[in-house]
């Protein structure tokens, strides 16, 4: 019964280049959140996506974020032409029932990539 | 609007002991669950308690159970027996009724001590 998984667990990236992350919810969930945490920081909610589609992103940095979930494949965050300030942990959660649900439909958290810039 | 408040930024508690960590959240949805999540040194997530703005009775899973203030706005959570495994980040978090974005706090690091 494998729970949210991502990969890498650590990713470092020199000022400019790209980062790729990548989440592949719980069996059974369609409903994939990203959240990004910075050092001594709660989480904060970046992009919510369907299988092919992105519901919300309003988290999400205007330029040089974006994010997919294919019909086939895990979930990908993009951060194109990284910079210092993108050093965090990113988390991705998955969930049964998404956005017409109760408030009880519980996210559940993947371990976190950490992402430093040099 | 939304608000999540943790305010015990640490806390120490001795093995064996309870310990009880804040939370107070500000929403004017009627609807809204409040979670809390544990995130030990080694970073990941763990979910461990959830309670609903209609349910009648405090949540309580194994050693941990939800202090549920209502009218106070307020969520604690109450460890019971603290073990050193315990020692973590602690994090409240609120989602509405007709949302999917949780809303977290800033967290509570506690250390249990031998």
């Known amino acids: 019964n494998a729970g949210v998984m991502q990969n890498p667990r650590h990713l470092v990236r020199r000022r400019g280049q790209e980062a790729r992350l990548r989440c592949s919810p719980m069996?059974?969930?369609?409903?994939v959140y990203w959240y990004r945490q910075l050092p001594e920081e709660g989480l904060k909610f970046m992009v919510y996506?369907?299988?092919?589609?992105?519901?919300?992103e309003s988290g999400m940095p205007k330029e040089r974020f974006s994010a997919e979930f294919p019909k086939e494949g895990p979930s990908i965050l993009r951060i194109q032409q990284v910079v210092r300030g993108d050093s965090a942990a990113y988390f991705c959660?998955?969930?049964?029932?998404?956005?017409?649900?109760?408030?009880?439909?519980?996210?559940?958290f993947g371990p976190g990539t950490r992402l430093t810039v040099l | 609007a939304q608000k999540i408040t943790q305010t015990q930024p640490g806390m120490f508690v001795q093995e064996k002991e309870a310990v009880t960590l804040d939370c107070t959240y500000d929403?004017?949805?009627?609807?809204?669950?409040l979670f809390w999540y544990k995130q030990p040194s080694s970073g990941e997530m763990i979910f461990l308690i959830y309670?609903?703005?209609?349910?009648?009775q405090n949540a309580t899973e194994g050693r941990y159970s939800l202090n549920f203030q209502k009218a106070r706005k307020s969520a604690n959570l109450v460890i019971s027996a603290s073990q050193l495994g315990d020692s973590a980040m602690y994090f409240c978090?609120?989602?509405?009724?007709?949302?999917?974005?949780?809303?977290f706090g800033s967290g509570t690091r506690l250390l249990v001590r031998p």
């Open positions: 959660a998955s969930s049964l029932q998404g956005t017409s649900s109760s408030p009880s439909d519980t996210q559940y």
């Open positions: 069996k059974g969930h369609s409903h």
């Open positions: 996506l369907q299988k092919e589609n992105i519901i919300d």
């Open positions: 929403t004017s949805d009627p609807s809204y669950g």
């Open positions: 309670q609903g703005s209609y349910d009648q």
């Open positions: 978090a609120m989602r509405e009724g007709g949302s999917y974005k949780l809303i």
